[in-house]
């Protein structure tokens, strides 16, 4: 009888109870409320910038590094030191146990003059031919030139004028917190796709990245990461601190990265040149117990700057370029500002004697 | 024009509104302002969440500073049976903790930095504790911590999402469940990814409502999938003074087993028996017999057998309960009255992995005063021979025998010395280094017992030794009669005070008698409020508090202690102590000053301020040396009708260690409430539009699913009649499930029509649902064909992963529609039976949510979620939903009164077959490898269509109409879909340019 009594009150209130808070209008919190019209306008204001970009053919290895346990080592073709560096500037995306994606994937105007930048998990395939749609509908095919490794940009040029460039924030100018639309074109429609998030956290992976917790995804790697009035954050790409490869892996996880595109003016026109940057390493493994300052060596890798500089295990990194090292995960981050090939000052203590010394190190590729 | 250019058309065109953009303005302002202060919110609590390390491994999770003092929250499956954790704080560096409390059942540890902090006070930056219960579905939920351990800097990651279930029982490993469960814990979608456990999930005011600890992954990995559960804070604040006090918790346990049963003596209904328990279980002490019908949980009446887990599970042992039950009379064959009764939890135990944590001390403990007693005596007797004999036969004197002694303490500070030696010792010495032969100063016979290697070995107790120690066994001894005494009594005075109180009376004497430090307190206290005076009466003096004459100060105090004093109101007496023990912490100036709660019996006590008791005396854990030391007040000073201590002295295995003084006016000495009052209320968010959604959303148990695949889904009720709408599912592969409602009622279906084109199926009660009973409300379809444009934010509602049973919600998860896609062109699926426009939503779909719906978030059906679906255009999951036009032909006449015929063949299907294969005279350049390539034309065959296009060979064909071109294979599927004399547009690539060429398909010759 109680139950019946229950279900009665829940059946005659429920209707009126809907009717009239659909009549009150907005509720008193209405952030995502607000989100439709303000998505809309953002996303129309830097769609024009957006590029579909379609890759046909290219070598497609989907496991090309290290074997998965229990499977032989693949016999690797002989490197060609002949061939053009410029024409052939990477080869496939080695992405252990994960596939790379054969559908189109987006780019971003970055200059009036036909310079698109986009992910190069896009071009992991290394593709013989590279198509963008513009946002008018017109079709280029495009040639590759020069990449950001510790970024994962890529950098294609087209044979086009008067392109719509899109507005910038600066880097700086970014902030935890506010809201944050991953937009692409990666299913081939007209309208861009749209992933809602907020920016997780700035200066992420070395300073290079913005992190969000839109969805990232092949679905929208290499396209801009906006703000509410359609400012670019950055380029959505897969990302990681483990190296220039994985993050791919995270995909839609909430963990997604947009690397910045502001403030490296010099490094993009190294890349219109066809330069490859790519991530540092100085080939020590640092003792996690040590808790700072300074980082104290564990054990180096052969064949690393670390190892020709004659590091040693027990050595105590006090410095990296002028910046005291405040702990073993600080260390990380003061290589990780430099790209493979820059020179860097290591204070270092030797266990050996104590004594303090300064050593000159060019910084190697992993 | 085909339904595909329409679509693409209106996408176009709709945002093109000139009303639209003044309301965009309006929008974004608003929006800005809320993300302006949401940027300052999240800013604000920043400094307070950290990475928690232990020394040597190289994983990690999240902490949160919850108090000034430096004590942060996190999993106990963080820190483990470690005893010192490594924290990484926004600033960039490292610091040292110590675990000193952990909670293994519930997943919870504390522990402590051991630096002063750096804010003014030598106070740490904290977050403060919110109300969990106040959470609702819809709501606002941030997340955040060092997932991946991604912050290098230990900046941390913030994410944004909704709480997408609350109180949700999430069972734990081990035997019976019983380590790391989650029993009343908050489910959001919120990104919470492996690192992030042990960190806070806020509301959206900034107050902490739950340490994240768990996720539930798919088949994709350790990442997450939009299920994320966090322990809630209201769980933990029962746990919390435990913790301080540096216990390892135990969470409590009625040691019996209980089922949702139909009712086995009537035969009628359904009820919660008790199906099994342990003989000497509490609940048998307590009287109650195998078959028992339970029938209410401390007060509250019990319908479910997950209520009982959830409202058990977060409560501590030896937490006292009543449980109501009615027993079956044979005699009468009726139900008798039902009776109840009050219990003492018993403890869980959790298995001996995670028994006796190295940081936590046994308080159960007891000195056998007798045996350390003998054995002092066995050993001073010993010793007094031995010293003897050493006096004679080696007295070490100075430079005796050449040898000079070293210089032991030399360069030492005075403070490292034992304090025995600092008394000794002249003053002026104090924060300098020793001077050389500091020994020196030694009286003659102290000086023989400074050895030779090593100044830390000095003696502790240079004279009397024996004797003193003596003198403190005794008092220790008293101290744990004294305190397990005043913990009886106190005990014994709140029940008699809880037995004297009723409604109306507001008349209450506490007297409390008590030696404290050799001083004879006696305590006296009576408070009898009428109207709005409060009369506080105590050792005879009298003291009237009325709002009229007391201006505002002691307005506001009596006020507080009205709000504050649970005894002063006898209608929330039983419910506040409840939690008498729960509530309280003791701040004493800067000291660490650790709560110790009233607990069940046997247990150490520290006392709570409330209610006039005032703290007369503690223990705690050192840092320093990891002794137990006993804190015992003297002197009190009355400061705003309280009692503040002034001194105390602090002992160490009896001896008086140090002393410490108190200004009560200037130090912060008090009682501070873990359940703080005044908490900001979350705003109402969407869940207003939530709230009736549930009436129409459904849980279908199903046939019971291959390995990996779900035996359950949702639906969605479509009909007055009760006929329910799902996606097409291995669930329903019987014919028959069974659905829930959202009352809890269970309802058998079967199986009405079937759509193989749409993949939906449309079930039906099997027997009469009566629409009076089972409160569900049908939706309602839209008919015309909608467009959603990208960017529209949705609610998907589903029971993914089975998390909610019986009358529990089913998850609802914030997302966007991403695009609209045609599935057929772009998305490349597998198995995906319907071929049309799809929504892609970012709300993930997970095992469960399949039939499931997608709601604008005024609570308008847009869709219906389908399975999982995995694209391989993007090698990735993707979240797909059937836009709800599509099928409101198809719910109409299925649902429908009149008994006609449904056509439900596949007119697709017989449209596919219709298509004869056709001719367009290219050969394709097709090496034979595993993988096709590229579609370059090798060759055109004369006067064929391609020839008449004037295609050539080297062409990269690269569109077909809109399906995309990227392989030989593809080429040949696009052809499918055309027959004869069908007119396709072909884009190419010839050399950098890409054009486009009309083609007219004839029959294969």
């Excluded at chain 1, 204001?45 to 590094?65: D, H, L, N, Q, W």
């Excluded at chain 2, 539930?216 to 919390?240: E, P, Y």
Aim: glycine residues 10%.
């Amino acid at each position: 009888m109680r139950l019946l009594g229950l279900s009665a009150v829940f059946l005659s209130s429920v209707p009126l109870l809907a009717q009239t808070d659909l009549e009150k209008g907005k509720p008193d919190d209405p952030e995502l409320w607000l989100l439709h019209k303000v998505i809309q306008r953002a996303v129309r204001s830097v769609r024009p910038s957006i590029v579909m970009i379609e890759t046909f053919g290219g070598v497609r290895k989907s496991v090309a590094g290290k074997p998965r346990p229990g499977q032989p080592a693949r016999p690797r073709p002989p490197k060609d030191d002949k061939k053009d560096d410029k024409k052939k500037p990477i080869g496939p995306l080695r992405m252990p146990g994960f596939l790379t994606a054969q559908g189109p994937s987006t780019g971003l105007v970055i200059s009036k003059d036909g310079w698109i930048a986009t992910s190069r998990f896009a071009l992991s395939w290394d593709p013989s031919t590279i198509l963008v749609t513009l946002d008018d509908g017109r079709k280029f095919t495009a040639e590759r030139f020069g990449e950001d490794r510790t970024r994962g940009l890529s950098l294609l040029k087209i044979d086009a004028d008067d392109l719509p460039v899109p507005r910038f924030l600066p880097a700086g100018q970014i902030e935890v917190g506010q809201w944050a639309f991953a937009v692409a074109r990666s299913f081939g429609q007209q309208h861009p796709t749209v992933h809602v998030g907020m920016v997780s956290a700035v200066d992420r992976i070395q300073r290079r990245a913005v992190q969000t917790d839109a969805s990232a995804s092949p679905a929208n790697y290499g396209g801009p990461l906006i703000d509410l009035e359609g400012r670019v954050l950055g380029l959505v790409v897969p990302l990681s601190p483990k190296g220039d490869v994985a993050g791919a892996d995270w995909y839609d996880s909430g963990i997604g990265f947009a690397a910045t595109l502001t403030g490296i003016d010099d490094k993009i026109a190294a890349m219109k040149e066809g330069k490859v940057f790519e991530k540092a390493f100085l080939g020590v493994a640092m003792d996690p117990a040590h808790l700072g300052p300074g980082a104290r060596v564990l054990s180096t890798t052969k064949k690393t700057a670390a190892n020709h500089a004659n590091i040693r295990k027990g050595d105590m990194i006090l410095e990296i370029g002028g910046e005291p090292v405040r702990h073993s995960t600080h260390l990380q981050d003061l290589i990780g500002y430099h790209v493979a090939g820059d020179w860097v000052e290591i204070s270092l203590q030797r266990k050996s004697d104590g004594a303090v010394s300064r050593i000159l190190v060019e910084l190697g590729k992993r | 024009m085909t339904p595909a250019a329409v679509a693409v058309l209106l996408i176009v065109l709709s945002p093109c509104g000139a009303s639209n953009t003044n309301d965009g303005d309006d929008d974004l302002a608003r929006l800005r302002k809320a993300e302006n202060r949401r940027r300052q919110l999240l800013a604000s609590l920043e400094p307070a969440v950290c990475s928690v390390m232990s020394l040597k491994a190289q994983g990690g999770g999240s902490g949160v500073i919850f108090s000034p003092r430096g004590w942060i929250l996190t999993n106990y499956h963080v820190t483990g049976r470690n005893k010192v954790m490594k924290i990484g704080l926004p600033d960039g560096k490292f610091y040292l903790s110590d675990v000193i409390g952990v909670d293994p059942g519930g997943d919870i540890a504390v522990c402590a930095l051991r630096k002063r902090g750096p804010l003014a006070g030598g106070k740490w930056p904290h977050v403060r504790l919110g109300d969990s219960d106040r959470l609702k579905i819809g709501g606002l939920t941030y997340a955040m911590g060092n997932p991946f351990l991604l912050a290098t800097d230990f900046k941390p990651t913030m994410t944004i999402g909704i709480v997408s279930g609350l109180h949700r029982y999430q069972g734990g490993t081990g035997p019976n469940q019983r380590v790391l469960s989650y029993p009343d814990c908050i489910q959001v979608d919120t990104p919470i990814n492996p690192g992030n456990s042990g960190g806070p999930l806020f509301d959206e005011n900034g107050l902490l409502v739950g340490i994240n600890g768990r996720i539930t992954i798919r088949d994709r990995g350790r990442v997450n999938t939009g299920v994320g559960f966090a322990v809630s804070i209201n769980q933990i604040k029962n746990f919390l003074p435990g913790l301080l006090a540096g216990e390892h918790t135990e969470h409590g346990t009625l040691d019996m087993n209980a089922w949702n049963l139909p009712d086995p003596n009537t035969g009628r209904g359904e009820g919660i028996f008790l199906q099994g328990m342990l003989a000497d279980s509490v609940v048998a002490d307590a009287g109650l017999q195998l078959g028992d019908k339970i029938t209410s949980f401390n007060g509250g009446p019990l319908r479910w057998t997950n209520d009982l887990a959830r409202w058990v599970g977060v409560l501590p042992a030896g937490y006292e309960v009543t449980l109501g039950y009615r027993r079956f009379d044979e005699r009468t064959r009726s139900y008798l009255e039902e009776r109840v009764v009050s219990l003492r939890l018993a403890p869980i135990d959790t298995g001996s992995k995670h028994d006796k944590h190295p940081n936590v001390p046994d308080w159960n403990e007891r000195p056998d005063f007798e045996a350390l007693r003998a054995a002092e005596a066995a050993k001073d007797k010993k010793e007094g021979k031995k010293e003897k004999e050493e006096e004679q036969a080696e007295p070490l004197q100075e430079g005796e025998r050449g040898k000079p002694v070293p210089m032991p303490g030399t360069g030492r500070r005075w403070e490292d010395l034992p304090q025995p030696y600092r008394k000794i010792l002249p003053r002026e010495w104090k924060d300098k280094k020793l001077p050389p032969e500091w020994w020196k100063r030694l009286p003659p016979d102290w000086r023989k017992r400074v050895p030779k290697d090593s100044w830390k070995k000095l003696p502790e107790i240079p004279k009397d030794e024996a004797k003193e120690k003596k003198r403190d066994l005794d008092r220790e001894e008293a101290l744990f009669r004294y305190m397990d005494g005043v913990m009886a009594e106190f005990r014994g005075k709140l029940a008699g005070a809880l037995a004297g109180v009723d409604a109306g009376d507001r008349t209450l004497r506490v007297q409390v008698e008590r030696v404290a430090g050799g001083e004879r307190i006696e305590f006296q206290r009576t408070w009898v409020a009428t109207g709005d005076d409060l009369r506080v009466t105590e050792r005879g003096k009298t003291t009237t508090l009325s709002a009229a004459e007391a201006g505002s100060d002691l307005k506001s105090s009596l006020r507080r202690e009205r709000d504050m004093n649970p005894l002063l109101q006898p209608q929330r007496l039983v419910d506040q102590l409840k939690d008498a023990y729960l509530e309280g912490g003791v701040f004493i100036g800067n000291r660490v000053g650790y709560v110790v709660a009233i607990r069940g019996p046997g247990r150490r006590a520290v006392f709570l301020d409330a209610e006039g008791l005032f703290p007369i005396g503690y223990r705690y854990r050192s840092f320093a040396d990891g002794g137990i030391r006993e804190v015992q007040f003297r002197e009190f000073e009355r400061l705003a009708d309280r009692l503040y201590p002034k001194q105390a002295e602090v002992r160490l295995r009896g001896k008086t260690v140090e002393h410490w003084t108190f200004a009560p006016a200037q130090d912060r000495v008090g009682f501070v409430s873990m359940h703080e009052r005044g908490l900001p209320v979350p705003r109402a968010d969407v869940q207003t539009r939530i709230e009736p959604l549930f009436k129409s959303v459904v849980k279908i148990h199903g046939a019971s699913g291959l390995r990996g695949i779900p035996g359950y889904g949702t639906g969605l009720v479509v009909s007055s009649r009760g006929h329910v709408l799902t996606w097409t599912h291995v669930s329903l592969l019987q014919g028959r499930c069974r659905i829930v409602f959202e009352d809890g009622s269970v309802h058998e279906y079967v199986r009405h029509r079937e759509h193989p084109d749409l993949g939906v199926t449309i079930l039906k009660p099997a027997g009469d649902l009566d629409p009076q009973k089972v409160p569900f409300v049908p939706l309602e379809l839209p008919a015309e064909k909608t467009t959603y444009e990208a960017g529209t934010p949705v609610l998907s509602v589903g029971n993914s992963f089975k998390l909610a049973e019986f009358a529990e919600r089913v998850s609802v998860t914030f997302g966007v529609v991403v695009s609209t896609v045609r599935s057929d062109l772009r998305l490349n699926l597998r198995k995906f039976p319907f071929k049309g426009d799809v929504l892609i939503v970012d709300a993930p779909s997970n095992w469960g949510t399949q039939g499931g719906g997608l709601f604008t978030l005024d609570g308008k059906l847009i869709g219906l979620l389908t399975t999982l679906a995995e694209s391989a255009e993007t090698n990735t999951q993707l979240s797909l939903a059937i836009p709800a036009y599509e099928l409101a032909a198809f719910v109409a006449q299925a649902t429908g009164r009149r008994k006609e015929a449904v056509d439900i063949a596949s007119k697709r299907a017989r449209e596919r077959r219709a298509k004869p294969p056709v001719y367009t005279g290219i050969q394709l350049f097709e090496a034979a490898r595993t993988l096709s390539p590229p579609a370059y034309i090798d060759r055109v065959l004369p006067r064929s269509p391609a020839a008449k296009a004037r295609l050539r060979p080297d062409d990269l064909i690269v569109r077909v109409n809109e399906f995309p071109i990227r392989t030989c294979a593809e080429f040949r599927r696009a052809l499918r879909n055309f027959g004869p004399g069908d007119e396709v547009d072909l884009t190419y690539k010839r050399g950098s340019r890409v054009r486009k060429v009309g083609l007219t398909l004839e029959a294969k010759r």
